[in-house]
């Protein structure tokens, strides 16, 4: 006779064999999602480096990315150091400011948060504009390291004023938001005085950098935005738990043994980083930190072992594709890349806004 423990048991099995199924399709699906993305983005890079004013065969290309001494010295030189280093820094800058931007509307709980919309890329603006106006100081060192340490100093500071306004809010999320785009204006004027006592040069320069271009791109300077995103995004990933946590609130979160405020302030500064050291090289990117996670979070959801590597990966796509159309858009002409972000992000930031405001 069969026991009636066993009936009882039958139904719990099945259950637990559907759930495991479900989550394996779960997981097959972000995972295919994920793979998606990092084509799209080698297709875009490939893009990329085939596009620019000079005329360059794809034979030529990949013959001179297979055999660089096959080409003609200043063929070699336009793919080498300008073509290569264009594209390879538009993926690493869009993956910095997409992670950055993820991460940001987690544990701001904003999804209008973003480093440009929350001033912390204004801020490194200024820090690069000090350091441009005002010289290098006699420490030794190469404007490479001088800039970025400027950069950060400044968003640093940015984020965490909008981290302690987040603490002591009393208005709501939007308040932030509301906060970064007065610290945006506030910042910008210091900027503008700053160009008005700079002699012509700088003023070109700080002008040109509050565009946004990769046309400066060096391979010293792509090391170390890799090397700031490669040391990042592990760390990252180690909070995918806690971050994934706090999306259904801070009560939760702790209830599980997280330190809410030192979770969102170890991530205001990994992002202010991010978003510092890509600044700095490549000048006044907007809106690839706010698209590329909302691209993420519609494909990916809040499970954030997916979300952050999707953040990444779109805001590398978006930016590589804007680099591939501001070479294309007016034949013979590069446009600054912020210019075209800028472009496409006014639109969707208004359409964000008046969509929050028709859920309240």
């Known amino acids: 006779?069969?026991?009636?423990?066993?009936?009882?048991?039958?139904?719990?099995?099945?259950?637990?064999?559907?759930?495991?199924?479900?989550?394996?399709?779960?997981?097959?699906?972000?995972?295919?999602?994920?793979?998606?993305?990092?084509?799209f983005l080698v297709v875009a890079f490939t893009f990329d480096v085939f596009t620019g004013p000079a005329a360059l065969s794809p034979i030529a290309i990949?013959?001179?990315?297979?055999?660089?001494?096959?080409?003609?010295?200043?063929?070699?030189?336009?793919?080498l150091n300008v073509r290569l280093p264009y594209a390879v820094m538009a993926v690493l800058v869009g993956a910095s400011l997409g992670l950055a931007g993820a991460e940001m509307q987690t544990v701001l709980n904003n999804a209008l948060a973003s480093p440009f919309t929350l001033g912390v890329s204004a801020a490194a603006t200024l820090g690069a504009s000090l350091v441009l106006v005002f010289g290098l100081p006699s420490t030794g060192l190469p404007q490479?390291?001088?800039?970025?340490?400027?950069?950060?100093?400044?968003?640093?500071?940015?984020?965490?004023?909008?981290?302690?306004?987040?603490?002591?809010?009393?208005?709501?999320?939007?308040?932030?938001v509301l906060f970064g785009i007065a610290l945006v204006f506030a910042i910008n004027s210091i900027v503008a005085l700053l160009?008005?006592?700079?002699?012509?040069?700088?003023?070109?320069?700080?002008?040109?950098?509050?565009?946004?271009s990769f046309s400066?791109?060096?391979?010293?300077?792509?090391?170390?935005?890799?090397?700031?995103l490669v040391i990042a995004f592990p760390i990252s990933l180690r909070n995918v738990w806690k971050l994934t946590?706090?999306?259904?609130?801070?009560?939760?979160?702790?209830?599980?043994?997280?330190?809410?405020?030192?979770?969102?302030?170890?991530?205001?500064?990994?992002?202010?980083?991010?978003?510092?050291?890509?600044?700095?090289?490549v000048g006044t990117i907007g809106f690839v930190g706010l698209v590329g996670p909302h691209i993420a979070r519609l494909l990916l959801g809040e499970d954030h072992r997916f979300f952050l590597p999707g953040a990444a990966l779109a805001g590398?796509?978006?930016?590589?594709?804007?680099?591939?159309?501001?070479?294309?858009?007016?034949?013979g002409l590069i446009i600054p890349v912020g210019i075209v972000t800028s472009i496409v992000g006014v639109p969707l930031f208004l359409s964000l806004l008046m969509t929050r405001d028709r859920r309240i």
């Open 195 to 212: 160009q008005f006592v700079a002699d012509a040069d700088t003023l070109q320069q700080i002008v040109f950098w509050g565009m946004g």
């Open 316 to 331: 590398a796509l978006i930016l590589s594709l804007a680099s591939v159309a501001s070479k294309t858009i007016i034949p």
């Open 144 to 176: 490479e390291v001088i800039m970025p340490a400027s950069a950060f100093a400044c968003a640093a500071m940015a984020a965490m004023l909008i981290h302690v306004l987040a603490q002591t809010r009393t208005n709501g999320a939007d308040s932030v």
């Open 245 to 281: 946590a706090l999306r259904a609130g801070d009560a939760q979160a702790e209830s599980l043994g997280i330190d809410t405020n030192r979770l969102r302030r170890n991530v205001m500064l990994r992002a202010s980083l991010l978003a510092a050291v890509a600044v700095s090289f």
């Open 1 to 39: 006779m069969e026991s009636p423990s066993a009936n009882y048991s039958e139904p719990a099995v099945r259950s637990e064999g559907t759930l495991a199924r479900r989550y394996a399709a779960f997981l097959r699906v972000r995972v295919a999602i994920l793979g998606l993305l990092s084509l």
């Open 216 to 228: 400066r791109s060096t391979w010293p300077k792509i090391a170390i935005v890799a090397a700031v």
């Open 62 to 79: 990949l013959n001179g990315l297979l055999d660089p001494d096959s080409l003609p010295g200043p063929v070699r030189y336009i793919l």
